[in-house]
Nanobody, 115 residues
Framework: QVQLVESGGGLVQPGGSLRLSCVAS????????MGWYRRAPGKERELVAR???????DYADSVKGRFTILKDNAAKAVYLQMNSLKPEDTAVYYC?????????WGKGTLVTVSS
């Protein structure tokens, strides 16, 4: 059974940085298409950043130039480096990692950007 565990969330001041980690264990996972999503209070879950099927990256317009998605397939890990954080980045961040015929999701890590 695949498990995804996110970490690295917390409280940060506007302009600060955080690095989220998602580590997978168990099962067989694809080497691409994994990504980060978030759900802000009162809003729908949205894509933040992902690797495409071709290994390129795709970002939400709101985070372009500030966030970077990274991966380490050997370690079964995907990261989200978040810089220049804004209050509107406050959300629960989820890792999504596709297997074969199934999508796996972590339980999320809370990021709060506030002074």
């Amino acid at each position: 059974q695949v498990q995804l565990v996110e970490s690295g969330g917390g409280l940060v001041q506007p302009g600060g940085s955080l690095r989220l980690s998602c580590v997978a264990s168990g099962g067989i996972l694809r080497s691409n298409n994994m990504g980060w999503y978030r759900r802000a209070p009162g809003k729908e879950r949205e894509l933040v950043a992902r690797f495409t099927s071709y290994g390129s990256t795709d970002y939400a317009d709101s985070v372009k130039g500030r966030f970077t998605i990274l991966k380490d397939n050997a370690a079964k890990a995907v990261y989200l480096q978040m810089n220049s954080l804004k209050p509107e980045d406050t959300a629960v961040y989820y890792c999504r990692w596709p297997g074969y015929g199934v999508d796996y999701w972590g339980k999320g890590t809370l990021v709060t950007v506030s002074s």
